[in-house]
């Protein structure tokens, strides 16, 4: 039995910018020196820098601290004080949110950097594009294909006008280009299938009991956000920057497991090589369902239609233990942590995120037929990741890299593999799910609509 945390829940409108008083306490014991301007104070920055907020102060956003510090950064969010307080020592001018509705309000913004909790992703970021900001949101951008939808559907509203960037960085890694220019440019003949695939295994039996009290500082009820409540546990916050999302992502109400963590970035580097649009069938097997823990194994396999330069494929994710089969038994594919292949008629190519592997197949795979581009066609390397993003903001004509349409094209494939596992698991439907990506709708099997999206909690809307 689960023990309850008696610690006063907070209401959704009664937290907004940091009491400064209690502030300045909280950063005083952070480290000494650190001098917040009073909210009343109004800033301005020149024309061609912009004002930028922070929402979420720790884990993933110290990665963007170096480049965000180029420009103006003027507010900083963060539901735990502490955190607040360590990120204002960086930027003592910025004002102090604890929670992002209220940080939004902020009259002088420009653009966000988005780096909370999985399940509110989403939620900051279709409120920061009704607000005409430009969003770069750490990955997954959504937690389910309404919440991918949702956010594709209004940036493509303000396409040229918005910039937008989904948080898979590696896609800056050069070899993302030399893989795409091997399919583009035929070196497996005619494409035919493509995995990605990734063997991180998190288990767990389901959310952990009530345990303790929040630190003052933790504004609990904010972190939960549209969440279903669950009971204050300290092994939600059990890991440092950088991993301490393995410490709830794996939780149905706060994530999407491996799909949306690892599963984001390598895809991307099979995604990256298709040229595709939205999938129009979805199939998964995978281990048996819990209704509280995302599953650690599972293969799902979507059709992506044709284009103009390749035929309609299967596109296949493989996590925890689920592998693709290898085209040669001396090539280990199980060696190869988080990575891809693709098969063609004349071959296959295999990489992970910095190398590749080209094998010919066949006894007429001589690549006479390989067009390799000129050194000085090769696609430019894209530089910083975070920098393509901060140009297209000063000129949103300017494609980024991992777009809202680009990232949720493949977001919603990925989280439409999650709902044709749970359809198998939960409702007993055993064959393909036919999809209609205009609609957004499963046409074959109404009941698995219901889990395109999900229910919120009682004074959270994801289109605020």
């Not at 309850?4 to 014991?29: D, E, S, W, Y």
């Not at 990741?385 to 000129?395: H, M, Y």
């Not at 799910?433 to 395109?452: P, Q, R, S």
């Amino acid at each position: 039995m689960q023990r309850q945390n008696h610690r006063r829940q907070i209401t959704p409108t009664q937290r907004g910018a940091v009491p400064r008083r209690a502030f300045l306490k909280t950063a005083a014991a952070a480290g000494a020196g650190l001098f917040v301007l009073p909210s009343r104070v109004v800033r301005g920055a020149p024309s061609n820098t912009l004002n930028i907020a922070m929402i979420g102060t720790w884990g993933r956003a110290g990665a963007h601290f170096g480049v965000a510090s180029k420009e103006n950064v003027a507010a900083l969010c963060d539901v735990d004080e502490k955190h607040l307080a360590q990120a204002a020592k960086k930027f003592p001018k910025a004002k102090t949110y604890v929670d992002w509705r209220k940080c939004l309000e902020q009259k002088d913004l420009d653009a966000i950097f988005c780096c909370t909790t999985d399940h509110t992703h989403a939620f900051i970021s279709s409120w920061a594009l009704n607000r005409d900001l430009h969003v770069y949101c750490e990955k997954p951008m959504g937690i389910t294909v309404n919440e991918v939808r949702t956010l594709r559907e209004k940036w493509l509203k303000k396409k040229g006008k918005l910039a937008t960037q989904q948080g898979t960085q590696r896609h800056q890694i050069p070899n993302f280009n030399r893989v795409r220019e091997l399919i583009r440019d035929g070196a497996i003949g005619q494409l035919k299938a493509a995995w990605a695939w990734g063997n991180r295994k998190l288990g767990r039996k389901g959310y952990p009991e009530g345990k303790g009290r929040p630190p003052d500082t933790l504004h609990y009820d904010l972190w939960l956000g549209p969440a279903p409540y669950h009971p204050y546990n300290p092994e939600y916050f059990s890991r440092g920057p950088g991993a301490n999302c393995l410490s709830w992502n794996m939780y149905w109400d706060f994530g999407t497991g491996q799909v949306g963590d690892m599963g984001s970035h390598t895809m991307d580097l099979a995604w990256n090589a298709l040229d595709a649009g939205l999938p129009t069938t979805a199939k998964a097997t995978g281990e048996k369902f819990n209704p509280e823990v995302v599953p650690v194994r599972m293969t799902a396999t979507c059709d992506i239609p044709k284009n103009d330069w390749r035929p309609g494929i299967p596109v296949t994710w493989c996590m925890g233990g689920d592998m693709p089969r290898s085209p040669k038994g001396y090539v280990n594919l199980k060696g190869i942590g988080h990575g891809v292949m693709f098969k063609g008629d004349k071959g296959f190519v295999v990489a992970d995120f910095g190398s590749r592997l080209l094998l010919p197949w066949g006894n007429d795979a001589d690549l006479s037929y390989y067009g390799k581009r000129p050194k000085d066609e090769m696609i430019p390397d894209l530089g910083n990741f975070q920098t393509d993003w901060i140009k297209a903001c000063k000129d949103p004509s300017r494609k980024t890299a991992c777009d809202f349409e680009y990232s949720g094209n493949m977001m919603e494939m990925m989280m439409l593999g999650l709902v044709a596992y749970r359809v198998k698991q939960q409702l007993g439907h055993d064959g393909k799910l036919e999809y209609d990506g205009k609609a957004g709708k499963i046409t074959n099997f109404d009941k698995a609509n219901k889990l395109l999206t999900k229910e919120y909690r009682s004074g959270w809307t994801l289109d605020g």
